[in-house]
């Protein structure tokens, strides 16, 4: 089968190795950031003098996505940049502020609650939020660019834009840390997965987009009833326990379902955004991706984006430093 991705040199098999360090296991990002420090490039855009205003070790909003026992565990890093880069929308139907930088969704933020005890005027704004998400925002926000609005695109109605559901249901798979195996699964329609333990490159794609909402077994096989030509791996009307989880299948609908982007990796035009879906080359000499991934909030020390992904054979679903060897041959993002 093709569900995941093997090594096609011993050079990637080497170089794995050190790599595993690099995910956060059953740990949290903030656990993570205690033993190892905050990885260059990211973390906390403003630390709170007061001491009693430590950054939050976990999101605290209200996710309808996967897994919400790992909800506790969630959280997000913000690059240093400039406030004037900063947006912010207020949600009050669904009690959750998100944070921009240059008009993309990088981070939401609970409103109201018992632990929100610190208060953050912005104009008419009011805003009751945890003291250590106050102390991140009140050095990011001015009043002309906050607003009161609701996500565009919000498949679940959560009050979080779908592409940071994506990056956030991501996070929750690193922090699952399922198991690679390969082998095929019979699974229910709709709504199917393997079990929580196990997974493959793919399932991992799989279960972030559900995170935001969105069915992405059922999403292709209905493509694959509606434009069977654009599928010609497939025969017949396809098979829902199998087809979604190979990387071959899944790019003819992110091409025609989803905004695609400059793989560079260096396009100032177009940059990386965390939660972006990436086809990767695993073995150069064979045409087309064979391996599949979502870029995350945490950087390497060249400032690149580490990759939540299930490598291969021996290894759990981790954030990982691929993009200095593994070439990117597409980028995928959902509309904001």
């Known amino acids: 089968m093709t569900t995941g991705v093997r090594v096609g040199s011993q050079f990637l098999c080497l170089?794995?190795?050190?790599?595993?360090?690099?995910?956060?296991g059953q740990e949290s990002l903030a656990d993570a950031a205690t033993a190892a420090g905050p990885p260059q490039g990211s973390g906390p855009a403003a630390v709170s003098k007061d001491p009693e205003a430590a950054p939050e070790t976990c999101l605290g909003v209200s996710d309808k996505g996967i897994w919400s026992d790992l909800d506790p565990q969630v959280q997000l890093a913000l690059p240093k940049v400039s406030a004037?880069?900063?947006?912010?929308?207020?949600?009050?139907?669904?009690?959750?502020?998100?944070?921009?930088?240059?008009?993309?969704?990088?981070?939401?933020?609970?409103?109201?609650?018992?632990?929100?005890?610190?208060?953050?005027?912005?104009?008419?704004?009011?805003?009751?939020?945890r003291p250590g998400d106050r102390a991140e925002l009140a050095a990011l926000l001015a009043t002309p660019r906050v607003s009161a609005a609701v996500a565009a695109k919000d498949a679940d109605r959560d009050g979080i834009p779908d592409p940071l559901d994506v990056l956030i249901g991501a996070k929750k798979t690193v922090l699952n840390a399922d198991d690679y195996t390969e082998g095929y699964v019979t699974m229910k329609y709709?709504?199917?997965?393997?079990?929580?333990?196990?997974?493959?490159?793919?399932?991992?794609?799989?279960?972030?987009?559900?995170?935001?909402?969105?069915?992405?077994?059922?999403?292709?096989?209905?493509?694959?009833?509606?434009?069977?030509?654009a599928y010609p791996m497939i025969k017949g009307a396809g098979n829902p326990n199998i087809d979604q989880r190979r990387v071959a299948t899944l790019l003819p609908y992110f091409k025609r379902h989803w905004e695609q982007h400059s793989a560079k990796l260096d396009d100032p035009t177009?940059?990386?955004?965390?939660?972006?879906?990436?086809?990767?080359d695993t073995f150069p000499s064979r045409s087309g991706p064979d391996h599949i991934g979502i870029l995350s909030d945490r950087i390497d020390d060249q400032g690149l984006p580490?990759?939540?992904?299930?490598?291969?054979?021996?290894?759990?679903?981790?954030?990982?430093?691929?993009?200095?060897?593994?070439?990117?041959?597409?980028?995928?993002?959902?509309?904001?």
């Open 15 to 24: 170089a794995i190795a050190p790599l595993l360090s690099l995910g956060c």
């Open 190 to 229: 709709p709504g199917g997965d393997v079990p929580r333990e196990i997974g493959v490159c793919t399932d991992v794609i799989i279960r972030a987009v559900r995170n935001a909402g969105i069915d992405l077994q059922k999403a292709l096989h209905e493509d694959i009833r509606r434009a069977p030509k």
């Open 270 to 280: 177009d940059p990386l955004r965390p939660g972006d879906v990436i086809f990767m």
């Open 84 to 129: 004037d880069r900063v947006t912010a929308t207020i949600n009050r139907k669904h009690g959750v502020l998100v944070l921009a930088i240059d008009g993309f969704p990088r981070k939401s933020y609970p409103l109201g609650g018992e632990a929100a005890t610190a208060k953050l005027v912005l104009g008419t704004h009011t805003l009751m939020l």
């Open 306 to 336: 580490l990759v939540i992904n299930n490598w291969t054979n021996g290894t759990k679903t981790a954030e990982m430093d691929l993009l200095t060897f593994v070439p990117v041959l597409y980028r995928f993002r959902l509309p904001p």
